[in-house]
T-cell receptor, first 117, second 111 residues
Framework: DTGVSQNPRHKITKRGQNVTFRCDPI?????LYWYRQTLGQGPEFLTY????????KSRLLSDRFSAERPKGSFSTLEIQRTEQGDSAMYLC???????????????FGAGSRLTVL | SQQGEEDPQALSIQEGENATMNCSYKTSINNLQWYRQNSGRGLVHLILIRSNEREKHSGRLRVTLDTSKKSSSLLITASRAADTASYFC???????????FGKGITLSVRP
């Protein structure tokens, strides 16, 4: 098990371009989360999946953001028509729903840093 | 879900000293978790304490939970420079509910 893998690690793009990030969770984990983090702030929840179903999406999330998890394994997060305010670290995390206690312990990836020029 | 309110926002101590970080939350919880984030290892889970537990230890970490006061504390004993990081207190409201992070506590351990 190699943990949660995110690609690319860094992305520099020009305003107005589309970008896509990929997350490969821990294979036994059925839940997958996307968070966004800016400097000096904690991770901000964006959306999460249980298997292939997207169960919740933050109301703060613009329509330019879309996430998929087509086969319940890896996930992609796409940002269309990027803006400078989208510059942030995008973190993916996974967890297992199958714990008896209901504890939801997240394992995070290293993140994908987006810079929009 | 709910987020924890960490206190203080920043803490600077000398290597070898103990670091105490506090957290408060608003509604009843299933458990409370502490995470650490530094540039080297990213964001990692440190320790979890269940709502029916009062104290838990893991190596140099000691976490307490007072559900009557809706508060928790994380104590790091004999701190090291490598403990320099941001620490997040994350209350989990319901079974399997999502986690919401606050701003965290920035801990600096001076060599």
């Amino acid at each position: 098990d190699t943990g949660v893998s995110q690609n690319p690690r860094h992305k520099i793009t020009k305003r107005g371009q589309n970008v896509t990030f990929r997350c490969d969770p821990i294979s036994e984990h059925n839940r997958l989360y996307w968070y966004r983090q800016t400097l000096g702030q904690g991770p901000e929840f964006l959306t999460y999946f249980q298997n292939e179903a997207q169960l919740e999406k933050s109301r703060l999330l613009s329509d330019r953001f879309s996430a998929e998890r087509p086969k319940g394994s890896f996930s992609t997060l796409e940002i269309q028509r990027t803006e400078q305010g989208d510059s942030a670290m995008y973190l993916c995390a996974s967890s297992s729903q199958r714990t008896l206690s209901g504890a939801n312990v997240l394992t995070f990836g290293a993140g994908s840093r987006l810079t929009v020029l | 879900s709910q987020q924890g309110e960490e206190d203080p926002q920043a803490l600077s101590i000398q290597e070898g000293e103990n670091a105490t970080m506090n957290c408060s939350y608003k509604t009843s919880i299933n458990n409370l978790q502490w995470y650490r984030q530094n540039s080297g290892r990213g964001l990692v889970h440190l320790i979890l304490i269940r709502s029916n537990e009062r104290e838990k230890h893991s190596g140099r970490l000691r976490v307490t939970l007072d559900t009557s006061k809706k508060s928790s504390s994380l104590l790091i004993t004999a701190s090291r420079a490598a403990d320099t990081a941001s620490y997040f207190c994350v209350p989990q409201t319901g079974a399997n509910s999502k986690l919401t992070f606050g701003k965290g506590i920035t801990l600096s351990v001076r060599p």
